[in-house]
């Protein structure tokens, strides 16, 4: 094949990034993706593959564009440090070694793909935590639904909200009253929030994990597993006050149609106008 990042016998970095960018727009136009670039270094002298398929300049064309680089180095004619180098300068490398290929990526690589990850953990996490409050909000709106069994289905839809949901246990004390997973059992890996109606504690929500885990922020828990517990401790303080004001109007509409069944006759006197 022609030599044409060669002209003049000499290498020009940004010659070959113009024609990459050229092709590359070419390929869109045909309604390909993208482009992919294949070069192979074994014609270049050692000082030009720094400046051939790795450094900033590359990474900056190949971030803007649809487009990805696949460099290849003789690895019989590298020493130890350049092999090094040449995997220190791309996102991975693909080596042959002894008959067998193996893959090898870059520190900075590792690191991004570990952020990645990371964020989509968190992610993912705090889609388990809005299940759990949406799943609590909804109950609320099912019809005839007694504050019991609402207290009741809360505790089954904490513990997937949690980092271990598997040996997650939650608890619900109301007065005299438990409401709990079916799991539940106190041990020292507990985290507790005040249920708070009426400017006062009328309730406690309790999380345990029945097996030891590793220390996080607070025991065990995360800092926003703690977030999590009192805002549903808050939610649920919220949800108890409105049952008992619908409760406590139930009741005063039973007894105002008992008063008014027991009169014989209703007197009623019309103002002249």
Request: proline residues 4%; aromatic residues 8%.
């Amino acid at each position: 094949p022609g030599k044409w990042y060669l002209k003049s016998d000499t290498f020009n970095l940004q010659r070959v990034l113009n024609t990459w960018i050229d092709k590359h727009n070419q390929a869109l136009l045909k309604g390909f993706d993208g482009l992919r670039v294949a070069g192979n270094t074994s014609c270049l002298e050692k000082r030009d593959w720094r400046n051939s398929y790795c450094g900033e300049a590359i990474e900056k064309t190949i971030g803007q564009y649809q487009m990805m680089a696949l460099c290849a180095f003789p690895l019989d004619k590298c020493k130890a440090s350049e092999i090094i180098d040449v995997v220190g300068n791309h996102r991975a490398a693909l080596i042959r070694h002894n008959g067998t290929w193996e893959i090898i990526e870059s520190s900075e690589r590792k690191q991004i793909r570990g952020a990645l990850q990371k964020k989509t953990d968190n992610i993912a996490e705090r889609i388990k935590e809005l299940n759990c409050l949406y799943g609590i909000s909804s109950l609320v709106e099912k019809p005839g639904i007694s504050l019991e069994d609402i207290l009741q289905r809360t505790v089954d839809l904490i513990p997937p909200a949690w980092q271990y949901p598997e040996i997650t246990g939650a608890q619900i004390n109301l007065e005299h009253q438990a409401f709990q997973t079916k799991n539940y059992k106190e041990t020292i890996w507990k985290q507790s929030a005040a249920i708070i109606g009426k400017d006062e504690p009328i309730a406690t929500l309790n999380i345990c994990y029945l097996e030891e885990r590793p220390k996080s922020e607070e025991g065990p828990f995360l800092k926003e597993e703690r977030k999590l517990i009192n805002a549903i401790a808050e939610q649920l303080g919220n949800i108890i006050e409105r049952k008992r004001a619908e409760e406590a109007l139930r009741e005063s509409e039973k007894k105002y149609r008992t008063f008014s069944s027991n009169i014989p006759g209703m007197v009623y006197q019309a103002r002249p106008d």
